[in-house]
């Protein structure tokens, strides 16, 4: 496709009642680089003073919360720390050193972070409660702690030099400390876990020493792979099918915006016909003045409009116009 219109003025107006999703755009470039250089800190500031921010907050002051039943739930403490993260919480906020020591004093034998958990005896584990980490939970952590300037803390260093390694040509496996025992996904041990190779090129994408190098590249044509190959294909039970095209905020799980706005951050696949597939159905999606209406939705986040499915909402527009400007498809009115 040749581009969607994007009615800059009235979106700019929009975003004036929502800070958190102002800060978003801004943060993507989309009202130019003047603005956002001059007032980014500014709509940073707002956006951390907001009562989505405020009701982050008051979830990570409890860190770690509950044990983990599923790691796709919006309730987990570990999905919030990244969300807070997103809208630009950073080191030297209010309160912020708190949560992150939190985080970091519950450190695994191996470097990565732990969560408590429950793993059934069915499925390898003890049944207990137990801490350990999974790779579908310590590289979103991680990502969260670099993004909120902690990337110079040797425990964070120390979790990032265990997990990249972890690393195969056809992606990164499903894997898990060894207080969990046997348990691994329902999947061929074999096969790349999509949902961990997405959350560790997002981090790999933040590290400037590891952005470009063999394991981003493999964790990208995994998940390239998988797009060209996903009527055939669907290791650890993850499909890239209707659900998957569903728009949807806050970025949380496997699905079509998630993977783009990770994907449209590796210059070295731009112009990769399989990335452009998936540009074409987020693009295709797009109402008038380039909005977006949420496709499915996070009860948790009802009171917001990316927590609804019936009228556009300003943070998921915000979202994937960035993902269509960072790809060379936006088109200003």
């Given at each position: 496709?040749?581009?969607?219109?994007?009615?800059?003025?009235?979106?700019?107006?929009?975003?004036?009642?929502?800070?958190?999703?102002?800060?978003?755009?801004?943060?993507?470039?989309?009202?130019?680089?003047?603005?956002?250089?001059?007032?980014?800190?500014?709509?940073?500031?707002?956006?951390?003073?907001?009562?989505?921010?405020?009701?982050?907050?008051?979830?990570?002051?409890?860190?770690?919360?509950?044990?983990?039943?599923?790691?796709?739930?919006?309730?987990?403490?570990?999905?919030?720390?990244?969300?807070?993260?997103?809208?630009?919480?950073?080191?030297?906020?209010?309160?912020?050193?708190?949560?992150?020591?939190?985080?970091?004093?519950?450190?695994?034998?191996?470097?990565?972070?732990?969560?408590?958990?429950?793993?059934?005896?069915?499925?390898?584990?003890?049944?207990?409660?137990?801490?350990?980490?999974?790779?579908?939970?310590?590289?979103?952590?991680?990502?969260?702690?670099?993004?909120?300037?902690?990337?110079?803390?040797?425990?964070?260093?120390?979790?990032?030099?265990?997990?990249?390694?972890?690393?195969?040509?056809?992606?990164?496996?499903?894997?898990?400390?060894?207080?969990?025992?046997?348990?691994?996904?329902?999947?061929?041990k074999s096969d790349p876990c999509p949902y961990a190779t997405l959350v560790m090129l997002e981090l790999l994408l933040e590290l400037p020493g590891r952005r470009?190098?063999?394991?981003?590249?493999?964790?990208?044509?995994?998940?390239?792979?998988?797009?060209?190959?996903?009527?055939?294909?669907?290791?650890?039970?993850?499909?890239?099918?209707?659900?998957?095209?569903?728009?949807?905020?806050?970025?949380?799980?496997?699905?079509?915006?998630?993977?783009?706005?990770?994907?449209?951050?590796?210059?070295?696949?731009?112009?990769?016909?399989?990335?452009?597939?998936?540009?074409?159905?987020?693009?295709?999606?797009?109402?008038?003045?380039?909005?977006?209406?949420?496709?499915?939705?996070?009860?948790?986040?009802?009171?917001?409009?990316?927590?609804?499915?019936?009228?556009?909402?300003?943070?998921?527009?915000?979202?994937?116009?960035?993902?269509?400007?960072?790809?060379?498809?936006?088109?200003?009115?």
């Amino acid at each position: 496709m040749s581009g969607i219109m994007f009615d800059l003025a009235s979106f700019e107006a929009l975003t004036q009642a929502q800070p958190w999703a102002r800060f978003a755009a801004q943060e993507r470039g989309l009202f130019g680089a003047a603005v956002a250089g001059a007032g980014l800190e500014t709509a940073r500031r707002a956006s951390i003073g907001s009562s989505l921010m405020l009701e982050l907050l008051e979830a990570l002051r409890a860190w770690p919360g509950t044990a983990i039943a599923s790691h796709k739930s919006p309730e987990q403490a570990f999905h919030k720390l990244a969300f807070a993260a997103e809208l630009g919480l950073r080191r030297g906020d209010h309160g912020v050193d708190d949560i992150a020591e939190s985080v970091m004093s519950r450190v695994s034998e191996e470097g990565p972070f732990t969560l408590p958990s429950k793993v059934s005896a069915a499925h390898g584990g003890s049944g207990e409660e137990t801490r350990g980490w999974a790779l579908c939970d310590a590289p979103v952590i991680l990502r969260a702690l670099v993004r909120m300037g902690y990337g110079d803390d040797p425990r964070v260093a120390r979790a990032i030099d265990f997990l990249v390694p972890l690393a195969r040509e056809n992606g990164y496996p499903c894997a898990v400390s060894s207080t969990f025992g046997a348990w691994r996904g329902p999947g061929k041990k074999s096969d790349p876990c999509p949902y961990a190779t997405l959350v560790m090129l997002e981090l790999l994408l933040e590290l400037p020493g590891r952005r470009e190098g063999a394991e981003a590249r493999a964790a990208a044509e995994c998940l390239l792979r998988l797009r060209e190959r996903s009527r055939e294909e669907h290791p650890y039970i993850f499909y890239m099918g209707d659900d998957f095209r569903k728009l949807k905020a806050p970025l949380i799980w496997y699905d079509l915006v998630h993977v783009l706005e990770t994907l449209s951050k590796a210059p070295w696949i731009r112009g990769d016909a399989r990335l452009e597939s998936m540009l074409d159905v987020l693009e295709s999606k797009a109402g008038p003045g380039g909005l977006f209406t949420p496709e499915s939705a996070y009860q948790a986040w009802k009171a917001y409009d990316f927590g609804q499915k019936k009228l556009p909402s300003v943070y998921l527009s915000a979202v994937a116009l960035g993902i269509l400007k960072r790809s060379g498809r936006l088109v200003e009115d």
